[in-house]
């Protein structure tokens, strides 16, 4: 008898905990789940960090006052940050013994600028607001500051981004190179969630900004193994570029603007470039060699609303790829370690 009454209440107490798990479950399912896939928020510092935007815009303006070009390293530093791993920031980590960083990555090394911007916004948002705003975050910002201040587009940021706690040397010398074919790029693009149009809207980037002269120096000597010129580069551009990069080791630092006509604003002459055959990458004017991107230089080219507005569009995208969210990953208080 006694057994019996045991044996009821110990069912009931499994009943009762089996109901609370699966109203739980059914909580998270149909609450909580859909926060979770739309993971980030235009509004996540409001009320923990409000001059989160005036300190980012404030401490990337006076970088500029001094250096116009930090703007478009800015840039290209979110992008690469995003396309190894995620925006989780491992681009800025510094090798330690145990962590391997991608500062040493082919396409980073001796490229990538920046570094001292970021820790700079990064020891004003630590005095305003400690230990709040990632560096992931700060990386996404100042990148939409840069193009803001040099006369592009504004768009809003969703923010929320946590900072990841590992980095990938391998991914970082798998990053989209001026020496790929046009294919090769997309087939990047499209493994990071983006597609073939993203290819042509977000190199709109290299509308200002420097390249060294190994990044296109095939093209001016010894194109596609010719040991030629590239045939279709411009003929008084491709004058300049061998002043500039003689055909010797020692020139391969030298810098050559993106952008030669309008070389530190953020506006559409990239795409009117490309139709003169001017554009600096071979990666670049490939763009002409595929009917889908060749329309979108062309509609660029004579709309540069449109390509703003597409711009902002393609940003968020890569924003987007592989963000650590909720309690994933951690606010680092230095960019360059983790905690
Ligand atoms: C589509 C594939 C891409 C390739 C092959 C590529 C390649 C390059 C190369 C070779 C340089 C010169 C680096 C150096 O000489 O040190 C460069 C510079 C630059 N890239 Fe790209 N890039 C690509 C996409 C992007 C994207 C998506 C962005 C940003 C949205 C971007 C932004 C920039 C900027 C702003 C610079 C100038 C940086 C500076 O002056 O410090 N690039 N890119
Ligand atoms: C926000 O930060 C900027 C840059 O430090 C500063 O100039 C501005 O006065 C601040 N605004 C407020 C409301 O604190
Ligand atoms: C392009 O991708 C193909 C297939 O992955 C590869 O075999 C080829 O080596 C790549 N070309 C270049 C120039 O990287
Ligand atoms: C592009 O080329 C055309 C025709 O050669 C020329 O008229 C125009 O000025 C060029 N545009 C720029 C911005 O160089």
Not at 245 to 272: E, G
């Amino acid at each position: 008898m006694l057994e019996e009454v045991r044996r009821g209440q110990k069912f009931q107490l499994m009943e009762f905990t089996s109901n609370r798990v699966s109203f739980v479950f059914l909580f998270w399912f149909v609450f909580v789940s859909p926060l979770v896939r739309c993971q980030l928020y235009y509004n996540f510092y409001d009320t923990t960090c409000p001059n989160l935007t005036g300190i980012v815009r404030y401490n990337v303006w006076s970088a500029m006052a001094k250096d116009l070009r930090i703007a478009a390293s800015l840039l290209r530093l979110h992008f690469h940050d995003c396309f190894v791993i995620g925006c989780e920031a491992s681009v800025l980590l510094d090798d330690t013994d145990t962590l391997k960083g991608e500062k040493n990555a082919l396409p980073n090394k001796n490229s990538l600028r920046g570094f001292e911007v970021i820790d700079t916004i990064k020891a004003a948002l630590e005095k305003a607001c400690p230990s709040t705003v990632s560096c992931a975050d700060i990386l996404t910002l100042a990148a939409r500051e840069a193009v803001y201040l040099s006369k592009g587009p504004f768009w809003s940021v969703p923010l929320g981004r946590r900072d990841g706690t590992t980095a990938s040397e391998s991914e970082a010398n798998n990053l989209p190179s001026p020496f790929e074919p046009l294919e090769n790029i997309t087939a990047k693009f499209i493994s990071k969630g983006l597609e073939k149009k993203d290819v042509a809207v977000l190199s709109g980037a290299h509308t200002f900004g420097f390249a060294q002269c190994f990044t296109f120096k095939p093209r001016l000597f010894n194109f596609g193994g010719s040991g030629k010129s590239d045939p279709t580069i411009d003929a008084s551009l491709l004058q300049n570029l061998v002043k500039l990069c003689p055909n010797q080791d020692d020139s391969d630092t030298n810098l050559a603007p993106l952008d030669r006509v309008t070389t530190n604003t953020f506006d559409n002459m990239y795409y009117t470039n490309i139709m003169n055959n001017s554009a600096l990458l071979q990666s670049d004017q490939a763009l002409l060699g595929d009917s889908t991107t060749a329309s979108l230089v062309n509609y660029y080219r004579k709309w540069t609303v449109m390509f703003f507005r597409d711009f902002a569009v393609s940003m968020e995208k890569m924003g987007r790829i592989g963000v650590l969210t909720g309690s994933q990953g951690q606010i680092r208080t230095n960019c360059r370690a983790v905690n």
